[in-house]
């Protein structure tokens, strides 16, 4: 059973509009969580993290917004740019251990 | 910058095969790990390795295993290879610090079992 859900396969928005890629979980001990950003026939490469005891991280145009009550973060690109276009993945770990869990992915596809 | 290398971009292998698929880290890290990814299921650990010799089982270990013998490399088996083995598979590297753990990506290696 997945504990960490991206429940939108994929996502399509304009150039110089705003992204909101969301991720779900169900373990109430994940206390990090990162995005990554895959481009076909590349590794994924990290993108953006935040820890629990934060509700928000920002590094220009990425923000991560975590709301830990409903179990969910999500990741905003403004303005979104044709370059973002990738699959996002989210992932979650507990901060002393050295196992990740990755949701399913979201390709997103910004049009110019 | 950290490095982590996959011996093979694309592998053709005929079913019944034993395959061999090879990591290399190039930055000390102690962890290292073994995803496949599939469509609609995201990345699925396989097993991961603490420490030179040492290894865990991931979610999916069925029909894999690896060898850690020295610490820059982590290698995967497929001592079988069968057509459900046929995915993208990663390899990733983290330090062992209880500070903020990012993993390292290689590029993949793309098994195809015919």
């Known amino acids: 059973d997945q504990q960490v859900k991206q429940n939108s396969p994929s996502l399509s928005v304009q150039e110089g509009r705003i992204s909101i890629l969301n991720c779900d979980y169900t373990?109430?001990?994940?206390?990090?969580f990162l995005w990554y950003k895959k481009y076909p026939a590349e590794g994924p490469t990290f993108l953006i993290s935040?820890?629990?005891?934060?509700d928000k991280n920002e590094d220009g145009r990425f923000t991560v917004f975590l709301n830990k009550s409903a179990k969910h973060l999500s990741l905003h690109i403004v303005p979104s740019q044709p370059g973002d276009s990738a699959v996002y993945f989210c992932?979650?770990?507990?901060?002393?251990?050295?196992?990740?869990?990755f949701g399913s992915g979201t390709k997103l596809n910004v049009k110019p | 910058d950290v490095k982590v290398t996959q011996s093979s971009r694309y592998l053709v292998k005929r079913t019944g095969e034993k395959v061999f698929l090879e990591c290399v880290q190039d930055?000390?890290?102690?962890?290292m790990f073994w995803y496949r990814q599939d469509p609609g299921l995201g990345l699925r650990l396989i097993y991961f390795?603490?420490?030179?010799?040492?290894?865990e089982k991931g979610d999916i270990p069925e029909g894999y295993s690896v060898s850690r013998e020295k610490k820059e490399r982590f290698s995967l088996i497929l001592e079988s290879a069968s057509t459900n083995q046929t995915s993208m598979y990663l390899c990733?590297?983290?330090?062992?610090?209880?500070?903020?753990?990012?993993?390292?990506f290689g590029a993949g290696t793309r098994l195809s079992v015919l």
């Open positions: 990733a590297s983290t330090p062992r610090t209880l500070a903020k753990n990012i993993q390292y």
């Open positions: 373990n109430s001990m994940f206390d990090y």
């Open positions: 935040i820890s629990s005891i934060k």
């Open positions: 992932a979650a770990s507990l901060l002393n251990f050295n196992k990740f869990y």
């Open positions: 930055m000390d890290h102690e962890n």
């Open positions: 390795s603490y420490d030179v010799k040492m290894k």
